[in-house]
């Protein structure tokens, strides 16, 4: 059964850093390109951020451009995002799945980005 776990979410001050980290069980993420999507209140599931299997190339949304990086240790099965400069508008739960191949949801971690 494919299950990830998203863990390092919280509240945190514009401007502020966090590191989210999925960790996946029956899955194995270095088969696969791998994402962190997210989802605001109100509005649809997003894509923010992709890892090629290898970690060689990634690939960013343009609103967190410059600002997330996307990594993986795909040894732990872990896939990483380092999320700077935060803002407002990057409050939302944020997720992992493969790109390409979605398989079933976890449960996410709440980034919340208020003063």
């Known amino acids: 059964q494919v299950q990830f776990v998203e863990s390092g979410g919280g509240l945190v001050q514009p401007g502020g850093s966090l590191t989210l980290s999925c960790a996946a069980s029956?899955?194995?993420?270095?088969?696969?390109?791998m994402s962190w999507y997210r989802q605001a209140p109100g509005k649809e599931r997003e894509l923010v951020a992709t890892?090629?299997?290898?970690?060689?190339?990634?690939n960013y949304a343009d609103s967190v451009k410059g600002r997330f990086t996307i990594s993986r240790d795909n040894a732990k099965n872990t896939v990483y995002l380092q999320m700077n400069s935060l803002k407002p508008e990057d409050t939302a739960v944020y997720y992992c799945?493969?790109?390409?191949?979605?398989?079933?949801w976890g449960q996410g971690t709440q980034v919340t980005v208020s003063s």
């Open positions: 890892s090629t299997s290898a970690g060689v190339r990634t």
């Open positions: 799945n493969a790109r390409f191949t979605l398989q079933s």
């Open positions: 029956g899955f194995t993420i270095s088969r696969y390109a």
